[in-house]
């Protein structure tokens, strides 16, 4: 049974930073590409970033140059580094799996985890 299991997330202040780690397990992720999502409240989720098993990239735009995804394929893990936090980052981030380049496809979801970003 495929799980994919959000940590790191937690209260912070604008401008700091945060990095989140996402678990997967059940299968090997390897090609599979791995990524980040967000909702807010009262809004709709939204795509954060995605990297592929070579470690292609793909950013919002409303975190480039802010927030960077990495993976460890040997240990099934992808990360998220979270800098200079915005009150508007604030929101539960989603771990995703998908295998196909179509944001619109997940294969597999994770829990969420909390981030808060305080002004």
């Known amino acids: 049974q495929v799980q994919l299991a959000e940590s790191g997330g937690g209260l912070v202040q604008v401008g700091d930073s945060l990095r989140l780690s996402c678990a997967a397990s059940?299968?090997?992720?390897?090609?599979?590409?791995m990524g980040w999502f967000r909702q807010a409240p009262g809004r709709e989720r939204e795509f954060v970033a995605t990297i592929s098993g070579s470690g292609g990239r793909s950013y919002a735009r409303s975190v480039l140059g802010r927030f960077a995804i990495s993976r460890d394929n040997a240990k099934n893990l992808v990360y998220l580094q979270m800098n200079s936090l915005k009150a508007e980052d604030t929101a539960v981030y989603y771990c995703?799996?998908?295998?196909?380049?179509?944001?619109?496809?997940?294969?597999?979801w994770g829990q969420g985890t909390q981030v808060t970003v305080s002004s």
């Open positions: 059940g299968r090997t992720f390897s090609s599979y590409y």
């Open positions: 995703a799996v998908h295998s196909t380049p179509n944001l619109y496809r997940i294969d597999y």
